[in-house]
């Protein structure tokens, strides 16, 4: 460690993984660090004998001048001219991703990215693999930092890792089985541009060894096309009956059955709702197929598997009307996929805060690809944009009701009014910020709203 670590070493961003890698180096023995972030920081009791600089404020970068290495946290945008000056006069940068890969006693590493659908399939594949007995554990983006792994880890553990972008943007170094998701467009906030983004993507496979097993949609272009950039020997194809590749992959996805190497999963059979579930189930199978698990076994165990909170959750149905609870839909395309899963007459409920997001698609394909939408309550900052775009897209000419909210809460009531046979969706394609802390406390209003009824 001490060759990749050479100290100062600065820890850049001091939220939970900035604190997670301070505490990993002072576990280390890394006796002079750097605390650098724009907001106050508040450090934790420090052994005698290490010594802590704290930069902070609006020149928190200013640390960097005290520092041999710095450890980027995955929020910080590694581009920046500071960053790029303190690399051209000699020092290193390197992340939590990188350091954990490097330094990994697990008996495999499993890396997951995507879009859409990364914390469900990073779950399912640890859900199989605990069916399975096979001793596991989920770091990174969701679960725990990748660095607290390295505090409990075995030699016969398989460590999962969900990664954003932001966490792959600098990595040289990819795990045994890497799994790329649908990859569409995300984060234009923060990178420059969607060429920089697939770019940050492809380094979970791009430096695979030809030994490791990349896991790809064949049916996704920009998917398709990173999957391109891997090395492994083994590449498993997850392909639609109906799509592009008619049927020719590794993993074949017909209506709502998955089949692979003769053996069919049928939705029916599962307990998670959303037929573009079958695409993170068919990863997720292929994923632990690379690990030795046999196709029948993870079948078997995703049977079982539940849904992740507020990702097409099913309420359950009352007075007639079935509920969903998509909150963590907070991009158009989320709300695409769960809306093509209904199967009654349905309510949607839309909107939330304003991430400048194009609603064009989503509005054509609500109002010209779902005959069963009666209507729309649409709430939140983007409410009259969204409505400015259905109306472009005819929702009035195809008889879909629409109208706006203040509070969920309206929206809720009026979306009743869709009646016995029907379903009530919350699939916002938004997020929550205006109107709730997040998605998980606009998730749990709407749950309390479908518990008090």
């Known amino acids: 460690m001490q060759n990749t670590l050479v100290a100062p070493v600065g820890v850049l961003g001091f939220g939970v993984e900035g604190q997670s890698t301070f505490n990993y180096l002072v576990r280390n023995g890394v006796k002079d660090i750097v605390v650098m972030d724009k907001n106050p920081v508040k450090l934790p009791e420090v052994p005698a004998g290490v010594n802590v600089k704290v930069s902070s404020g609006d020149n928190y970068m200013d640390g960097l001048k005290d520092c041999v290495t710095v450890v980027r946290s995955a929020g910080v945008y590694p581009m920046s001219p500071e960053l790029f000056k303190f690399q051209m006069n000699g020092g290193l940068m390197t992340s939590q991703i990188q350091l954990f890969l490097e330094q990994t006693k697990s008996k495999k590493t499993v890396g997951v990215t995507g879009t859409l659908g990364k914390g ?17 554990e989920i770091g990174g983006n969701f679960g725990v930092p990748a660095l607290d792994l390295l505090e409990t880890e075995t030699a016969d553990r398989v460590s999962i890792l969900e990664l954003s972008s932001f966490q792959l943007m600098t990595l040289s170094v990819s795990p045994d089985v890497g799994v790329v998701l649908r990859v569409s467009t995300e984060h234009l906030d923060w990178h420059k541009s969607v060429e920089e983004y697939r770019d940050a993507k492809a380094n979970l496979v791009r430096w695979q060894k030809r030994a490791g097993t990349c896991v790809y949609l064949k049916d996704a272009e920009p998917t398709a096309k990173i999957a391109g950039e891997s090395p492994a020997g083994t590449k498993y194809a997850v392909s639609l009956k ?20 003769d053996e069919k999963l049928y939705l029916s059979d599962c307990k998670v709702r959303g037929i573009y579930q079958l695409e993170n189930m068919a990863a997720a ?9 046999k196709v029948a076994d993870a079948f078997e165990a995703l049977k079982s598997y539940e849904t992740l909170p507020f990702r097409m959750e099913f309420k359950g149905e009352k007075n007639g009307i079935e509920f969903y609870n998509d909150s963590y839909a907070t991009r158009p395309d989320a709300t695409i996929a769960a809306t093509a899963s209904m199967k009654r007459p349905f309510a949607l409920i839309l909107g939330g805060s304003e991430k400048n997001a194009d609603f064009t698609e989503l509005s054509n394909i609500l109002v010209k690809e779902r005959p069963n939408l009666k209507q729309i309550a649409l709430i939140g900052a983007t409410a009259e944009r969204m409505l400015a775009d259905l109306k472009k897209a005819g929702v009035d000419a195809a008889g ?21 046979g029907g379903t009530v969706i919350m699939s916002p394609a938004c997020a929550s910020f205006g109107l709730f802390k997040n998605y998980k406390v606009r998730g749990q209003v709407f749950d309390k709203l479908v518990a008090d009824l």
Do not use: R, Y
Request: hydrophobic share 45%; proline share 3%.
């Open 242 to 261: 109906d799509g592009p590749s008619a049927g020719d992959g590794d993993a074949v996805i017909d209506g709502a059955t998955l089949a692979i190497d």
């Open 120 to 136: 469900s399939t990073v779950s399912m594949i640890s859900h199989i693999l605990t069916k399975c007995g096979v001793n596991n």
């Open 285 to 293: 199978t292929l994923a632990v197929k690379a690990l030795g698990i």
């Open 400 to 420: 879909i009701k629409t109208a706006l909210f203040p509070t969920l809460e309206e929206a809720f009531a009026d979306s009743l009014s869709i009646g016995k």
